[in-house]
Structures are given as C-alpha cells and as structure tokens.
C-alpha cells in the first residue's frame, strides 16, 4: 500500500531505501517507520538469534499471540542475509523519472490493466459503489505493485520480518510488523507457510504491510478470510478502502497536465500550495489539451516533476491519497497516467529534459553539504531532496536568479561548486 516511502507500502518504508529510481514491482507500504539514526545503521546485535527469539516470544504472547501460532510461525525460522544486505543498501543511481514512467505505463502493462478491467468488471463496480475510488486507479495500483498479481514476491514474512527485527536498521518497525503478521496468521486469513511477500515484508497482490493489511484489508469475496494473496477482489477491495479512507472523493480526477505561462513565478511549484483549480487558471495555467476536467473550485498543487523544463501537472486531493500508498510523487504520477491510459489517454504534450542526468547519491548529498556551507540551510546531508533540501534550493536559485522551482541539476550543483 510503496513512499523514494508506506505502500501502500508508499510512505517511506523499508522498501523505499531502495529508492524511488528503481521502479519495479513490490513498491508499496503505507507506514513510515522512523527515521535512521547514523547509529542505528550500524547497530549489530548483541545477542544470538535464538535468545532474541525467546525474549520477543514473551512480548509476542503479551500481545496476544498464542503459544501455539508463534512456534508454528517461527518453526525453523533463522535470519536472511539477504533482507540484510537490502536493508542496508543504498544505491548510488536513481533512474529520471521520464524512463521510471515509460516503464510503469509501458504498453504491454496498459494492455494487462484494460483486460483486467474487462475481466474483473462485476467485482470492480461492486467496489466503485461500496467505496467510491475509481477503479482504473485500484487497478493502476495493482499493475504497479504486483504485475496485476503475478510478482508477490516470494520471502517467507515471518522470516524477513524477523530478520529486520533482530539485526534491522529499524527494529522496533520489524518487531511491530511481525506482531502485526502473527496477528493476521491467528486470525486464519492466510497460515504461515502462504505468507509470502516482499524482503521488507510487503505482501499479497497490492502489496500491503502486515500493519496496514489489519487496518484496512477487506473480505470482500464473502469467502470469511481477507485474502490479499489469492483472491484479486479481496486485493483490490482493500486498496480501494485504504485509498477511501486517506481521502479519495469520489468523482474526482487525480490531477492533469497543463501548460505555464511565460512568465510564471515557480516558486509556486510546491506541494504544500494549495489552490482552487479556478485561481491556477487565473494565474494563467491551462489544461495542456482539451477542457479543464473536474470542478474549478477543487484544490490542486502545481506538480513540476523534472523542474520547470518539463511536464507540469495540477494535482488534486485524490493524488494525495495515492501519496499516502506510497510517498512518491514519481510512483503517484505512474499511477494517475496508467490508469488514464487504461481510458485511451495518458499521453503528455510537454517533453522531458532528458539532457538532464539526475544527481547521484553522492552528488545529492555534496548538494546539501554546498548549499548549508554557503548559508542556504538543506538539513541533513542524507542524500533525500526532501522539503528542507527544496527550500534551500529555491533560495539559491533565487539568489542567483533562476527560475525557482527547487529542481536539482548537475548544472545546479556545479555553480555550487564554482561560486564557494
């Protein structure tokens, strides 16, 4: 439920570490877990996994796991260097988001969607009236996190998850998920041995976290279990609640491509600006082709997700719901164009500045270490553009009079470079 955070594993969860550049499948997760502390990334256990084993069985049965569901889930269960190794990676590459988009709305994925469409069009329209959540978007999600339920994964969760609870960068959101999933295995939806999932312990069709699954899957096949692994109307009924839920409106679209003016002050290109759809048009922004769509008095945020030189988008309150799946305005634009394509559209007007190469991750962080040295403070220097790093970003491009559209550039980070 992939957020580059949970999906709805999407707001920055253990599985966005592998950033939002690198695409894929088994994205989502909903919850963030907290943040790393440098310390924390280096933590080693101090005791065996058989001891640590024992000491969670104890809170485990406070929590109310039964004797019997813990040892039938951890019967034979030992860590996976893999999970770790993932756990710790950090990829130096990021894909732009042109090529990360061509590859979530590639024509072979419009095709599947449009047949799963077709095929699951009873169960959808049931969902549609039960939760109001435009089934091209529930179906956008479940082409972006499982290939319409052909890539689940296949770690063992319990294992995974216990694997990050006993030597993870973050424990105590390994020990809270894998209570969450002896929680769902007690409960009978899914036994222990068909709990397969991603290494960061996303799971099923539309890859929900254990502590999502219990908050918002749903059984909606009438077959008394939520089951989001093999029954596509359970998986696609719980993502339409979740997204219900985080505050999809009905009726709604999730945003559109427009065109700026000439001279259009970017600075207005922020997320956290809000605007009725009526004044960006006041302000000279108009729908790229066609009529406006949606009510002018709907809130929107100018998107710019390759800076001023690219595509430019007005983003409404059911792109924020998608955000809460994952926190990833690249994976939140994939999905809004697939399931627009899925409809005949999803083709864009602007072109792409695919001169640009992004920032590695290095270069992002001498980026920040750059901008605080010369006094435009970017927060920690971790490698994130986040919104810190944005504000600090539109500063200097202030200062040096360039558009500010808090857009960062290898030409950017040079003029950094050349101006200490």
């Known amino acids: 439920m992939r957020k580059p955070v949970p999906t709805v594993i999407g707001q920055r969860c253990l599985l966005v570490a592998v950033t939002l550049a690198s695409l894929g499948l088994l994205t989502a997760c909903t919850e963030p877990p907290p943040k790393d502390s440098a310390a924390s990334v280096q933590a080693q256990p101090t005791q065996s996994f058989a001891q640590w084993r024992d000491g969670f069985r104890v809170q485990a ?32 590459f990021t894909r732009p988001v042109w090529q990360y988009l061509e590859s979530a709305v590639s024509p072979a994925r419009v095709r599947n969607g449009q047949d799963q469409l077709l095929q699951n069009a009873e169960a959808l329209q049931r969902i549609d009236n039960t939760y109001g959540v435009d089934r091209e978007a529930v179906v956008a999600i479940w082409g972006m996190e499982s290939n ?4 689940m994964g296949s770690k063992n969760v319990i294992r995974s998850l216990a694997t990050l609870a006993y030597e993870g960068r973050r424990p105590d959101f390994g020990r809270d998920q894998l209570i969450a999933a002896l929680q769902i295995i007690q409960h009978g939806d899914v036994p222990a041995s068909n709990m397969i999932g991603s290494w960061a312990g996303a799971m099923g069709q539309t890859q929900f976290i254990p502590t999502t699954y219990n908050r918002y899957a749903v059984d909606f096949d009438g077959d008394g279990r939520r089951d989001i692994w093999g029954s596509p109307t359970d998986a696609l009924a719980s993502t339409a609640n979740y997204l219900s839920t985080s505050g999809w409106k009905r009726g709604q679209s999730w945003g559109f491509e427009v065109r700026l003016p000439p001279d259009f002050d970017y600075a207005l290109a922020d997320m956290d ?8 048009q006041r302000l000279g922004v108009q729908p790229a082709a066609g009529p406006l769509p949606g009510e002018p008095q709907a809130s929107a945020s100018l998107l710019l997700p390759a800076g001023y030189r690219g595509p430019a ?5 059911n792109f924020r719901a998608i955000l809460k799946y994952n926190n ?4 939140a634009l994939a999905v809004g164009l697939l399931a627009d394509s899925f409809k005949g559209g999803g083709q864009l007007a602007g072109s792409w500045p695919r001169g640009d190469t992004p920032l590695t991750r290095s270069e992002r962080i001498e980026l920040q270490q750059q901008l605080t040295r ?15 790093t944005r504000k600090a970003v539109r500063a200097y491009q202030q200062y040096v ?10 030409l950017l980070l040079q003029r950094l470079r050349s101006s200490q």
């Open 61 to 92: 049965l406070a929590a109310g796991i039964s004797p019997q569901t813990f040892d039938s889930a951890f019967q034979g269960i030992e860590p996976d260097d893999s999970v770790v190794t993932a756990d710790r990676s950090q990829p130096e």
């Open 148 to 151: 319409f339920g052909q890539q």
């Open 273 to 280: 600006i809000r605007k009725p759809i009526s004044e960006w």
């Open 313 to 317: 988008f007005l983003v409404t309150d």
């Open 328 to 331: 990833s305005t690249s994976y």
């Open 374 to 388: 010369q006094g435009f403070q970017a927060g920690t220097a971790d490698g994130i553009i986040g919104a810190n």
């Open 401 to 410: 009079a360039w558009p500010e559209d808090g857009y960062p550039t290898p």
